[in-house]
């Protein structure tokens, strides 16, 4: 039986909640119930620097994501403030450029040891290697080489390119650092699965030459928040935020804070309609990401905290889920996205969905959002003033027609398309289109 190992070295060793955990979550804990299907086994992996991939028991990937503390949302984690202290004396790149030099010392004392020992996963001919999220420090590539001498197929799961294609919003060590992690994807991976139709497209647009044999496709990502425990009612402070009064509607922006998801324009809008006191408000909820200072500066300063303005950097999934269906929609004023789950969590929950008017926006929301124009913070505050007037203007179906597959359907997608590609079927998954609810 073919085996499709699933690595997941990045996610499992950091306790990060974002989108890409959520992914990789999903689809560890849905592959091996549907693998039967399609006569596979489905075997989750991880790299340590000194054994090399190893595999990870039902067990371990249960504990590893299994749902947060409800306890822990008030509180932010000394890792959070130490990076947010790092950033905020400009000291970002000399710590990432430490950590790299760490990070390749570690490889060239510790990968002789490696080849000293039998592996623990012993790759045959006709295996699968997907790549699930993007590990930039990670030393696996001569393991990968190798397994493909052996006769195994590596795949690389892409959810953006987005330092490649707006370098402008990210650091210029994040940049060098995915450039570089790019480059030996490139090397050694024979087919891509991204999470948009737009991604592969951008994929295509950043292969080296040389690569028109390379086969790509795209799934859906799954709606459904995993962590949920439904065993602890949101914090009093969070519920306070969505008790407005009935003429103030309550806009959700949901994302961890950084250059491209633009807090910045939303606040722009909203102060446009914040000098009329039934002004709506605005609840962030998203840790402090990185080059953010400014932005977050603006909003612990100002006039309308905790009044109109709330932010909230660390939610529970219940908490999370408590946010869309209390919301009057949800806003993303991002202008570069891979998927934006957000978009069908909201959806799913029947909260109308407003977001910019990016081809990733398009795919996704499809007919079920409404959309302004990138950076352009008059047209989002006319949107905001008289949301009915713009879902009318634009046509918009209501979000209660909306469905989307669950991390199952998502997942049984992903093993679809993967055989797929085996099979050399390039690039021939459908456009990626929203479902309507049969009437």
Same mark, same amino acid.
Request: proline share 8%; with cysteine; charged share 25%.
């Given at each position: 039986m073919r085996t499709i190992y699933l690595d997941c070295t990045r996610t499992f060793q950091t306790h990060v909640h974002t989108g890409i955990e959520r992914m990789v979550s999903g689809l560890l804990h849905a592959a091996p119930q549907l693998a039967e299907q399609f006569q596979v086994r489905c075997q989750p992996l991880v790299f340590r620097t000194a054994t090399g991939f190893e595999p990870l028991t039902p067990q371990m990937v249960t504990d590893r994501f299994r749902p947060r503390d409800p306890h822990a949302p008030a509180r932010v984690s000394w890792k959070q403030k130490l990076r947010r202290q790092v950033d905020r004396v400009g000291l970002m790149e000399v710590a990432r450029s430490t950590r790299n030099v760490f990070d390749a010392t570690a490889e060239t004392v510790l990968a002789p040891v490696r080849g000293c020992f039998p592996p623990r996963v012993e790759f045959q001919p006709g295996d699968l290697m997907v790549l699930l999220d993007v590990n930039v420090r990670s030393h696996y590539w001569p393991d990968l080489h190798r397994a493909r001498r052996a006769g195994a197929e590596i795949c690389q799961c892409v959810c953006d390119l987005i330092p490649l294609s707006h370098p402008e919003a990210v650091d210029g060590g994040v940049v060098r650092d995915f450039t570089r992690w790019w480059r030996n994807v490139t090397a050694v991976c024979g087919s891509y699965i991204c !999470?948009?139709?737009?991604?592969?497209?951008?994929?295509?647009?950043?292969?080296?030459?040389?690569? #028109?044999?390379?086969?790509?496709?795209?799934?859906?990502?799954?709606?459904?928040?995993?962590?949920?425990?439904?065993?602890?009612?949101?914090?009093?402070?969070?519920?306070? =935020?969505?008790?407005?009064?009935?003429?103030?509607?309550? &806009?959700?922006?949901?994302?961890?804070?950084?250059?491209?998801?633009?807090?910045?324009?939303?606040?722009?809008?909203?102060? @446009?309609?914040?000098?009329? /006191?039934?002004?709506?408000?605005?609840? !962030?909820?998203?840790?402090?990401?990185?080059?953010?200072?400014?932005?977050?500066? @603006?909003?612990?300063?100002?006039?309308?905290?905790?009044?109109?303005?709330?932010?909230? #950097?660390?939610?529970?999934?219940?908490?999370?889920? &408590?946010? &869309?269906?209390?919301?009057?929609?949800?806003?993303?004023?991002?202008?570069?996205?891979?998927?934006?789950? /957000? !978009?069908?969590?909201?959806?799913? @929950?029947?909260?109308?969905?407003?977001?910019?008017? !990016?081809?990733?926006?398009?795919?996704?929301?499809?007919?079920?959002?409404? &959309?302004? /124009?990138?950076?352009?913070?008059?047209?989002?505050?006319?949107?905001?003033?008289?949301?009915?007037?713009?879902?009318?203007?634009?046509?918009?179906?209501? =979000?209660?027609?909306?469905?989307?597959?669950?991390?199952?359907?998502?997942?049984?997608?992903?093993?679809?398309?993967?055989?797929?590609?085996?099979?050399?079927?390039?690039?021939?998954?459908? #456009?990626?289109?929203?479902? =309507?609810?049969?009437?």
């Open positions: !999470i948009s139709q737009a991604t592969w497209r951008e994929v295509q647009s950043h292969l080296p030459p040389g690569s #028109e044999g390379v086969r790509g496709t795209s799934f859906r990502l799954g709606v459904g928040l995993d962590k949920m425990s439904g065993q602890v009612a949101p914090r009093a402070e969070l519920q306070a =935020a969505f008790q407005q009064p009935p003429t103030r509607p309550v &806009y959700l922006t949901v994302g961890m804070m950084s250059p491209r998801k633009n807090h910045a324009l939303a606040l722009d809008a909203l102060e @446009r309609l914040w000098p009329d /006191p039934d002004g709506p408000a605005l609840v !962030i909820v998203g840790k402090f990401g990185w080059r953010c200072e400014e932005v977050a500066r @603006r909003i612990r300063q100002h006039p309308e905290l905790n009044r109109r303005l709330f932010w909230f #950097e660390s939610v529970t999934d219940d908490e999370l889920d &408590y946010c &869309y269906r209390h919301a009057t929609a949800t806003l993303s004023t991002s202008f570069a996205e891979g998927f934006n789950l /957000p !978009i069908v969590e909201s959806l799913s @929950r029947g909260t109308p969905m407003i977001a910019t008017d !990016i081809p990733t926006h398009r795919e996704v929301g499809g007919r079920f959002a409404t &959309y302004f /124009p990138v950076h352009d913070a008059a047209a989002l505050a006319a949107v905001l003033r008289d949301p009915e007037l713009a879902r009318a203007r634009q046509q918009v179906r209501p =979000a209660r027609e909306f469905a989307w597959p669950d991390w199952t359907g998502s997942t049984h997608e992903f093993l679809q398309r993967l055989g797929e590609l085996s099979r050399g079927v390039a690039a021939a998954s459908p #456009e990626v289109r929203p479902l =309507a609810r049969a009437a």
